[in-house]
């Protein structure tokens, strides 16, 4: 059972963090110490360097050797049903969305184990449970967190290579356009409107005369746009009226919405062709490579396999040149957090309904699936129990730091993490309670 000391053991790991995020709001909301420029830097500082560090320092201490197979399935059968549901939403209903497939999985899947998950489950469940969430936080980090940031790469890379398909669809249109303003400049000093009527004087009522007279008075114009031209002959001395302006304005709009349509249409592609997709990959794998996050985690597991397996040590440079930066990862993302809260208008940044909505991702769906997959998988007793309650967890960290780095909603992880710590003390307790009786 929780006690006092459980609870203040908790506190111990979480108010420093709010203490941090206090510090960095009130920097830009009251003291403007920080420009916008400025916070988005330090963000950039923690998704490139703290983080990666964080992870390599956090990894490289675990023994492999010694891994749970069967909870470590159960988590992993969870992230990979919520992901499954999320990219066919995405690509077969109309309301779908890789951007907030993306997100939803961020919610669903990543709980702040570090920080709560350790303390809290250990409090719940004993000393000897603390070594599988310790697990848990290595499989996000070498698995789920370089996914993550794969689908960050994918999306933004798609979106570029389909705003640059739209610019070259568009290209051609808006160059005859220009083309037929220029021309119609040069027009203007022949003609004193465009609806004006040009009068033809025809002596007899032969069509050789009336289109003899016609090319006297605009020879070229009448070659180049081809007009239409209404004529009426009803004998000698009759007035012909030409109009040719007017008619010719209206034609040419209708063809050039009917154009725009058609290219606004075939713009984005309905579904990705093979070349594309191979392009779109090829991107971001060389922008994963640069990445140092997406082969930090990879280090450390290689790390702890030597280690582990002949019993070697860090040299002391080493560790201390890691640790130096390491230490500083989860304040630094919490004070990036405050930041960007600051620079918000309202404290609730994504407003009450995306709040309440990220709420029911994060402690609702997230804990249903991993009792699905958990039971599904095998698990029975008190890992089953631990399994439930660490995916009820609050929102992780990272997953904001991933997000305002390529500007993918950041509002809403932000509202997830802030308001996350704070309900999730209690939602835990419940369903502590709830799976003991």
């Not at 059968?77 to 993306?102: E, M, P, Q, R, Y």
């Not at 209708?254 to 713009?267: F, I, Y």
Request: with cysteine; proline share 4%; glycine share 6%.
């Amino acid at each position: 059972m929780i006690g006092i000391k459980d609870l203040y053991s908790v506190l111990t790991a979480v108010v420093p963090l709010y203490v941090t995020m206090f510090l960095a709001y009130a920097s830009v909301k009251w003291w403007n110490i920080f420009t916008p420029e400025q916070c988005a830097g330090i963000n950039r500082f923690v998704a490139i360097f703290a983080v990666p560090l964080l992870s390599f320092e956090f990894v490289s201490r675990i023994n492999p050797y010694k891994m749970d197979l069967l909870f470590l399935a159960a988590d992993g059968v969870s992230k990979i049903l919520i992901l499954v549901v999320l990219l066919c939403w995405a690509n077969f209903s109309k309301t779908g969305s890789l951007d907030w497939s993306i997100t939803l999985f961020s919610l669903s899947t990543l709980p702040n184990t570090l920080v709560m998950g350790i303390p809290l489950l250990k409090s719940m469940y004993g000393d000897d449970k603390e070594y599988l969430m310790i697990q848990v936080v290595v499989l996000q980090c070498i698995i789920w967190y370089t996914l993550l940031l794969f689908l960050f790469e994918y999306r933004e890379t798609r979106t570029s290579v389909f705003s640059k398909f739209k610019e070259s669809s568009f290209s051609l249109p808006e160059r005859e356009k220009e083309n037929f303003k220029g021309t119609e400049e040069k027009l203007g000093g022949n003609c004193s409107s465009e609806d004006e009527v040009i009068n033809v004087i025809a002596t007899t009522p032969s069509s050789q005369q009336t289109a003899q007279n016609v090319n006297k008075i605009a020879p070229d114009q009448s070659q180049r746009f081809k007009p239409m031209v209404a004529a009426s002959v009803e004998g000698e001395g009759t007035c012909e009226s030409v109009q040719a302006g007017q008619r010719e304005e209206s034609s040419g709009k209708a063809v050039a919405s009917e154009k725009q349509g058609d290219v606004e249409n075939a713009s984005i592609p309905s579904s990705l062709s093979s070349a594309m997709l191979l392009k779109i990959l090829r991107k971001v794998w060389f922008k994963l490579v640069r990445n140092p996050n997406s082969y930090s985690s990879l280090l450390g597991l290689s790390w702890a396999l030597v280690s582990c397996r002949w019993d070697i040590k860090k040299p002391q440079i080493m560790e201390n040149s890691v640790t130096i930066l390491s230490s500083a990862g989860l304040g630094m993302a919490m004070f990036s957090l405050g930041l960007f809260m600051a620079l918000q208008p309202r404290i609730i940044a994504c407003g009450k309904k995306l709040a309440l909505y990220g709420m029911l991702a994060r402690f609702i769906t997230g804990p249903a699936l991993m009792a699905i997959a958990s039971i599904v998988v095998g698990l029975r007793g008190t890992t089953l129990k631990v399994s439930i309650v660490q995916a009820a967890l609050p929102q992780g960290i990272v997953p904001f730091v991933f997000s305002r780095e390529y500007n993918l909603h950041p509002d809403v992880l932000s509202t997830a993490v802030i308001f996350g710590m704070i309900v999730s003390l209690p939602i835990t307790v419940l369903y502590y309670i709830l799976l003991g009786i």
